[in-house]
């Protein structure tokens, strides 16, 4: 989802709740084992699905909350591994904007952003591929800076994303030294993302390149698993636009899409995301509109 998350510009109103499903789809047949570009025929096309759930609540005009949910199940194409499903991580944000500054037919406006995300149920961590996540208590930090001249918008984003230990069903494990505990030692992570496209009043449509660093962790040994404390490093370009509707201003639809063109550690895949969602305010503002 591209609209109305800790990944964009765009703010609720004093108390406005926004709300609705996002379905979500990735595949790849190639992936990075550590720097080497690859193809496995074990495990043929690995697919990803998702349905999520998402809130956003303004508290004030400058400060929202917002929360999500999703349901993954996983498929991989050949071999034996079996596919995977299940509730993921839920979670929390809140997106605070303290400067936005009019100049001309300019705006500039600053974000800070913090959350938390955690497992919801005890799903299988030590299954990658095919893990529908890797089971860490996640707190995050970010910055973002946005400008808008007219209609043309620019986006600049950096996070900070600290990752909780992790512990899998086996006593044992080796990564580049052999560990006596099932307690494996999440590395931390670094996201940087700029955006940029027209942000109309009915239409909003963005081109994003994303990059996520994972901050240590080691690379996947020749024709090996993945193991969660690998070093998942991936930049994605894409597009996502977002529609309110003229004849329903309450109701808009959002499709987004991106590809992954470098890696480390993870698959090659292409993506995309489609979601409807309706606003309404929960209290009366006084506003006619």
């Known amino acids: 989802m591209q609209a109305q998350t800790d990944a964009d510009a765009i703010m ?12 979500g789809y990735s595949t790849w047949d190639h992936y990075w084992e550590g720097t080497l570009h690859r193809i496995n025929r074990n495990i043929g096309t690995v697919t990803t699905q998702s349905v999520m759930y998402m809130a956003v609540y303004g508290i004030t005009g400058k400060l929202n909350v917002m929360a999500s949910a999703p349901y993954v199940w996983t498929h991989a194409s050949a071999g034996t591994l079996h596919s995977s499903r299940g509730l993921q991580d839920i979670a929390v944000f809140v997106k605070w904007k303290p400067v936005a500054y009019s100049f001309a037919k300019n705006k500039l406006s600053v974000f800070a952003l913090g959350g938390f995300s955690t497992p919801l149920t005890n799903y299988e ?14 707190l995050t930090g970010k910055a973002m800076v946005d400008f808008q001249h007219k209609r043309f918008t620019i986006t600049a984003s950096g996070a900070y994303v600290w ?9 044992t494990y080796y990564d580049t030294r052999q560990h006596l505990t099932n307690e494996v030692e999440m590395p931390n992570a670094a996201q940087f993302q700029f955006r940029s496209g027209y942000r109309g009043r ?9 990059n996520w660093t994972t901050l240590s962790g080691f690379d996947i040994t ?39 063109v470098t890696g480390r550690n993870v698959g090659q895949a292409g993506a995309f995301n489609i979601g409807a969602f309706y606003a309404f305010y929960v209290k009366n503002n006084g506003n006619k509109k």
């Open 12 to 23: 609720m109103n004093k108390n406005q709740l926004c709300s609705g499903p996002a379905y």
């Open 125 to 138: 961590i030590d299954y990658l591929p095919l893990t529908i996540g890797l089971g860490s208590t996640n």
């Open 163 to 171: 990752r909780s230990n992790v512990k899998i069903d086996r006593t």
């Open 202 to 210: 009915y239409l909003i449509a963005e081109g994003v390149v994303t």
């Open 222 to 260: 020749r024709n090996n698993m993945p193991f969660p404390s690998n070093r998942m490093n991936m930049t994605t370009v894409g597009a996502a636009i977002k529609y309110t509707l003229k004849q329903d201003t309450h109701l808009s639809v959002m499709a987004g899409g991106n590809y992954t």
